[in-house]
Every structure is written in C-alpha cells, then in structure tokens.
C-alpha cells in the first residue's frame, strides 16, 4: 500500500502579479550553449533557483525516439547543465529525472535523444522516475478534477516535494492541449503511466498540475528550446520547423502564452491558460508580460494543431460517436489495445516513412549536423 502524505495547508492564491518576465533570445548552432546561458541570466533564474538546495530537472520525452522539436534536445541539457554547474550549483544535488507513458521508455529515450552522453560528460546521473518510490500526496488546493479521476489518491514521485524543479520542454502543437510547454511538461512527472485517464479532462488538469506545483515545490523555472519548433499534429506526428529562438521564466503560464503567441496562437483562447490566469496562478496576457532580450513582437510562425490519427481516435472515445464505448476500452483489461495501436501507427508505420523523411530533411540543416556532434 503506498505511503500517504498528508500536504501542509496550502497557501491562499496570492494575489497574481500585475507583471510577469519572459526571455526569449536569437541563437544559432555556434553560439547555442552561451545563448543558454543568456536567456537563463536575463530571466533571472538566480533569483528563483537556491545554489545550495536540490533541484529537479525534469526533461521532456515525448517519444523515446528522436523526433526533431519532439523532446528536450541535447544541446538544451547541455546548455542549462553547463550554465548551473558554472555558477555554482552543486552536480550532486542537480537530478535529471523523465516519467514513462504507455508508449515512452524513459532509459531508451535518454539514449536516442542523446541526452545520455551529455549527462555522463557532466557528471550527472539520469534518474527515470519508474525507478524511484511514489506516493500518495494529498493536496490542499481546490483541484478541479484530478482527485475526481484518481478518488483513491494522486500518486507522486516521493523525490518531489521540497524540490525546486527546471523545466525543460520545447516549441510545440499538442492535439490534446493545443500548445504544450512548461505547464505540460509537469504533467509527465506528476502523474503515473495511467495519466492518460486524464486526456479527457486536459485543460482542467494542466490547472490542477499548477495548483500541485505550487504546493510541492519552492521554486519553478523554466527553459524552453525553440531553435526547432513542432508545427501540426504534436506531440510526435509533427512538422519540424526551424526558428532559432530560446525562451526562459519563473513563470510557467507566462512561458507558454508566449510560445503560443510566437506559434500565432491567442493564448486567452487556449482554456487551461486562460483558466490558469482567471484563477492567479501566473500571467497569460501578453500584455501583462515583459520581454527581455531579442525583439521578437513581431514573429508570428502561423502553426496550426491538428490531432494525429491516434489524438482523433482518442478523443472520439472520450468525447466523440464512440463515447459509449468509453469504459471498456479505456478502463478495462481490454486497455492494452491503446499502446499497441499506438505504437503500430507510430512506431511502425509513421516513423520509417514520413518521420524518415522529415527527419532526413532536418539533418540537411545546421541543427541537424549539431545533433549528428552529441
């Protein structure tokens, strides 16, 4: 039976800040690891991170595939590792850390996403999180719908609370979520293999995730790679598009609204942002966001999400014609359809053929004789 932590009373939402500080920086493959560096000073992540506490860095596996844009690239690793080991954050107490899915393995991902290396090379050992203890934590804060989908309790990693934890997510579409960033990389890490129970609800439980974070953790930071971006059916299914840009903040909502607002989203108009702001829980108004760095008020990549085969059939499950089906394949022992349809598109027939392709084409580029070097 898994330990259960009872959480200290929660914290009234403060009041949100009139203001948030995102920056978001040019770069090009020379110059990427002291452009890390950069981006992560002007968002002055120094203020927000201890030197002398443990820190979580939560990576972004998205396939254990590389897929370009899909995960955390290597150099994104590096570039963080290589600026918090320079000014003076102990390796020992700075902990890697990726969840698996249904369809992730988190140790091959490490390997194929080239993270691995980068890591060894830093002294850093990769912890994935099917490997550490979890436990059930109860929350004090008004969830909206987390405790309704796991009413016996929502299991945590064990190593999370009191942690301050960095975000490593990248520029991307998500068919479930519409964007996925900082907020969504949370929901990797906070939730075990059956969070797919939560697609259903996803908007609503990325809010829930900021609620949990604010509990669980002292500080958040965020470090978000868009020196290739995921344009169309993301996660994975995605067209890779170049774009040179790196984006950091203390603020996990104002980080994705102007990742949305750079993929030519309105940020108001993506629910779990616009709730997340309604509710205190950071800024997603562009207008109440201060840039700093490079000028980038005027790009606009023209995206647009669209939902993979696998994305339509799920939520044509849950919210669509086959609603009535819902429980017997997704709440049963029949269940076991889902990852192997998945891996089958995926794996199977997208990847060798339109992924081959596309990545074929991203290794043609800068980026791609980069990752060729890690």
Request: net charge positive.
């Given at each position: 039976m898994p330990l259960v932590i009872d959480a200290p009373a929660a914290p009234e939402t403060p009041p949100r800040p009139r203001t948030a500080r995102v920056a978001v920086v040019r770069t090009r493959p020379e110059t990427v690891l002291e452009d890390y560096a950069r981006v992560m000073d002007l968002a002055g992540y120094r203020d927000v991170l201890a030197r002398d506490r443990e820190t979580l860095l939560k990576l972004?596996?998205?396939w254990t595939k590389y897929f370009p844009a899909c995960s955390s690239q290597p150099w994104q690793v590096d570039g963080v590792v290589s600026k918090m080991l320079a000014d003076g954050f102990d390796r020992a107490r700075l902990v890697p850390v990726e969840n698996r899915t249904v369809v992730t393995d988190p140790r091959k991902g490490c390997r194929n996403n080239r993270w691995e290396p980068v890591l060894t090379r830093h002294g850093l050992t990769f912890m994935?999180?099917?490997?550490?203890?979890?436990?059930v934590?109860?929350?004090?804060?008004p969830l909206l719908k987390l405790n309704d989908i796991f009413p016996e309790g929502i299991q945590i990693p064990a190593i999370y609370?009191?942690?301050q934890i960095v975000h490593l997510p990248t520029v991307k579409?998500?068919?479930?979520?519409?964007m996925t960033g900082s907020v969504k990389n949370s929901f990797g890490g906070l939730l075990r293999?059956?969070?797919h129970y939560a697609h259903k609800y996803m908007h609503e439980v990325l809010v829930d995730l900021l609620y949990m974070q604010r509990e669980l953790h002292p500080a958040v930071f965020t470090v978000m790679d868009g020196t290739v971006a995921g344009d169309g059916a993301g996660p994975r299914t995605m067209v890779p598009r170049v774009k040179n840009l790196l984006l950091a903040a203390a603020d996990s909502l104002a980080i994705d609204a102007i990742a949305s607002k750079l993929m030519g989203f309105d940020p108001l108009s993506i629910p779990f942002l616009r709730m997340a702001h309604e509710r205190g829980l950071g800024i997603a108004d562009p207008r109440d966001i201060e840039l700093v760095g490079d000028d980038v008020s005027h790009e606009n990549f023209g995206f647009t999400t669209r939902r993979s085969f696998v994305i339509w059939g799920d939520q044509m499950i849950r919210r669509g014609f086959l609603r009535p089906l819902e429980r017997l394949l997704l709440h049963s022992p029949l269940v076991v359809w889902a990852p192997f349809a998945s891996n089958v598109y995926h794996d199977a027939l997208w990847y060798p053929t339109v992924g081959r392709a596309r990545i074929g084409a991203f290794m043609r580029t800068e980026w791609g004789q980069l990752f060729r070097k890690y």
């Open positions: 972004n596996l998205s994935p999180l099917t490997e550490v203890d979890w436990q934590y109860r929350f004090k804060s609370p009191g942690r579409t998500h068919g479930h979520a519409v293999e059956v969070r």
